[in-house]
């Protein structure tokens, strides 16, 4: 004889009713990482959070992610041009004050970035 919990009923009963089927994220794979804030990264992408991080947050990661927005790039002006705005708007955050600990993030150097988009497309200057 086998006893079925309460709680073991509702999901039986949830799993008959069809309550679980095409659940947003059925069938993908879970991201677990060593990050031990990874389920808050996580929704911070997948509920599109970002506008909502401080601005330093989100001018740091801008700074992280820039070769990648670079790679995209055809132009060395506009390598440039997307550097001078990033570093324009580091600055203003400087400018700004902000609660809670200083938190720096440090200009883009235009020179390197634009040598690192020249490796990373195969050109040389």
Same mark, same amino acid.
Do not use: C
């Given at each position: 004889?086998?006893?079925?919990?309460?709680?073991?009923r509702?999901?039986?009963?949830?799993?008959?009713?069809?309550?679980?089927?095409?659940?947003?994220?059925?069938?993908?794979?879970?991201?677990?990482?060593?990050?031990?804030?990874w389920? &808050?990264?996580?929704?911070?992408?997948?509920?599109?959070?970002?506008?909502?991080?401080?601005? &330093?947050v989100?001018?740091?990661?801008?700074?992280?992610?820039?070769?990648?927005?670079?790679?995209? &790039?055809?132009?060395?002006?506009?390598?440039?041009?997307i550097?001078?705005?990033?570093?324009?708007?580091?600055?203003?955050?400087?400018?700004?004050?902000?609660?809670?600990?200083?938190?720096?993030?440090?200009?883009?150097?235009?020179?390197t970035?634009?040598?690192?988009?020249?490796?990373?497309?195969?050109?040389?200057?």
């Amino acid at each position: 004889m086998e006893f079925e919990s309460w709680i073991d009923r509702q999901i039986r009963e949830a799993m008959e009713r069809g309550a679980f089927d095409n659940l947003p994220g059925a069938g993908k794979p879970l991201h677990l990482d060593q990050d031990p804030d990874w389920w &808050v990264k996580a929704k911070i992408a997948d509920e599109n959070l970002e506008a909502l991080l401080p601005t &330093v947050v989100s001018l740091r990661r801008e700074v992280e992610r820039l070769p990648q927005t670079l790679s995209d &790039v055809r132009r060395e002006d506009q390598v440039r041009e997307i550097v001078d705005d990033l570093n324009r708007r580091i600055r203003e955050s400087y400018m700004r004050p902000q609660p809670g600990p200083r938190i720096i993030v440090a200009l883009v150097d235009a020179e390197t970035a634009v040598q690192e988009w020249r490796n990373g497309r195969g050109t040389r200057s």
